[in-house]
T-cell receptor, first 115, second 110 residues
Framework: GAVVSQHPSRVICKSGTSVKIECRSL??????MFWYRQFPKKSLMLMAT?????????EQGVEKDKFLINHASLTLSTLTVTSAHPEDSSFYIC???????????FGPGTRLTVL | SQELEQSPQSLIVQEGKNLTINCTSS?????LYWYKQKYGEGLIFLMM?????EEKSHEKITAKLDEKKQQSSLHITASQPSHAGIYLC??????????FGKGNQVVVIP
């Protein structure tokens, strides 16, 4: 199957700092990527749709100035958590849609801990 | 908003036994995805169903979407320890955005 990678896999940062997470589709191009967050033992919650070459579309209740998304190329989307606080600690997972197979593949996730 | 209910929440089976888990939607499903996740890891794509009555199989896993397209079941034949994990169903809520259920946790005892 198609491969989606995320970097870093784990990050610990101090409160007030910003953290950037990368999501890459390794063997296909993705005009659309998605960002989710998952709390312990909870399901995934869609945060936003990342569109290559245009602005991201955020789900209701997600602060766009808090979670900055950039999709600069057909294989890379980045999520920046700005001025992180402990409540932003979570597991962030991205997915990319492979058009030819009409399905979504997920990355391995990034564990963010804000101290 | 579309809600997905997965049952049972958790399931413990003996290795070699069959098991079935279910995903029920509050609205018609226009695309239903099954993924498997191990705690703290990403999601592994299993299958996607779109048509009412559709059934797909991969190795020992079979997934069905009912005719009314509001319920899907996933059946594992002769379960193995490698089948242990959390199974998530996801529904396309438009523009390929997925809404997920809370998952079925499967434990396989050797």
């Amino acid at each position: 199957g198609a491969v989606v990678s995320q970097h870093p896999s784990r990050v610990i940062c101090k409160s007030g700092t910003s953290v950037k997470i990368e999501c890459r589709s390794l063997d296909f191009q993705a005009t659309t990527m998605f960002w989710y967050r998952q709390f312990p033992k909870k399901s995934l919650m869609l945060m936003a749709t990342s569109n290559e070459g245009s602005k991201a579309t955020y789900e209701q209740g997600v602060e766009k100035d808090k979670f900055l998304i950039n999709h600069a190329s057909l294989t890379l989307s980045t999520l920046t958590v700005t001025s992180a606080h402990p409540e932003d600690s979570s597991f962030y997972i991205c997915s990319a849609r492979e058009t030819t197979k009409d399905t979504q593949y997920f990355g391995p996730g990034t564990r963010l801990t804000v101290l | 908003s579309q809600e997905l209910e997965q049952s049972p929440q958790s399931l413990i089976v003996q290795e070699g036994k069959n098991l079935t888990i279910n995903c029920t939607s509050s609205k018609t499903l226009y695309g239903l995805y099954w993924y498997k996740q191990k705690y703290g890891e990403g999601l592994i794509f299993l299958m996607m169903l779109q048509k009412g009555g559709e059934e797909k199989s991969h190795e020992k896993i079979t997934a069905k979407l009912d005719e009314k397209k509001q319920q899907s079941s996933l059946h594992i034949t002769a379960s193995q320890p490698s089948h242990a994990g959390i199974y998530l169903c996801g529904a396309d809520k438009g523009f390929d955005r997925l809404a997920f259920g809370k998952g079925n946790q499967v434990v396989v005892i050797p």
